[in-house]
């Protein structure tokens, strides 16, 4: 059973399009996070929701916009693609500790999605 | 600024040596360190943690120390195999609960 996955694996699009990349967990997790990895291989966090609730959002264009329907789905919708966008996204789950308590817990991540924009 | 840096972009060695990553961080006090390990088309995959009142974690082959007075975490990977060729990447834990990623470090195993 895949713990975290994302759909699709691969994307290839035009600038200036708008595009979907789905992501689900099957491990009861209540955190999921997006990451955005370079050209250059270094893994950067996007967005993190707690319990459908965003917690984290770093300094991301407001072209790109996350959505949690649920704790075991994070969906990220980019808008007005540009060529500085094509990049691998992994999704990401964990258990935080709750209580406002400080989680150890280890990363889960997704085969991740390449996109491309041409 | 807060930096993490894995100061070996690739390191090659012959297996059956005993393979040591560095990561090192400035303007931080993680709580912990985690190290994962990366393939080719696939997400980081978690290997160790290790808190910051813990000197050496093992598992397996594996082991990692955490100097906060050096600020720099060890990754050692003895009797290395062909297998255990991939990129490294240590994270630490940000002020946010994010884990926030070293570059990694590619390690390759020659036969």
């Known amino acids: 059973d895949t713990a975290v996955s994302q759909t699709p694996k691969y994307l290839v699009t035009q600038m200036g399009n708008d595009k979907s990349i789905k992501c689900e967990q099957n491990l009861g997790h209540d955190t999921m996070y997006w990451y955005k990895q370079d050209s250059k291989k270094f893994l950067k966090i996007m967005f993190s929701?707690?319990?459908?609730?965003?917690?984290i959002n770093e300094t991301v264009p407001n072209r790109f916009s996350p959505k949690s329907p649920d704790k075991a789905h994070l969906n990220l919708h980019i808008n007005s693609l540009e060529l500085g966008d094509s990049a691998v996204y992994f999704c990401?789950?964990?258990?935080?500790?709750?209580?406002?308590?400080?989680?150890?817990?280890?990363?889960?991540f997704g085969p991740g999605t390449r996109l491309t924009v041409l | 600024s807060q930096k993490i840096e894995q100061n070996s972009e690739a390191l090659n060695i012959q297996e059956g040596k005993t393979a040591t990553l560095t990561c090192n961080y400035t303007?931080?006090?993680?709580?912990?360190l985690q190290w994962y390990r990366q393939d080719p088309g696939r997400g980081p995959v978690f290997l160790l943690l290790i808190r910051e009142n813990e000197k050496e974690k093992r598992k397996e082959r594996l082991k990692v120390t955490f100097d906060t007075t050096l600020k720099q975490s060890l990754f050692h990977i003895t009797a290395s195999q062909p297998a255990d060729s991939a990129t490294y990447l240590c994270a630490l834990r940000g002020s946010q609960g994010n884990l926030i990623f070293g570059k990694g470090t590619k390690l390759s195993v020659k036969p």
């Open positions: 990401a789950s964990s258990q935080e500790a709750s209580g406002g308590a400080m989680s150890y817990n280890e990363q889960f």
């Open positions: 303007n931080y006090s993680p709580a912990y």
């Open positions: 929701y707690n319990n459908k609730e965003l917690i």
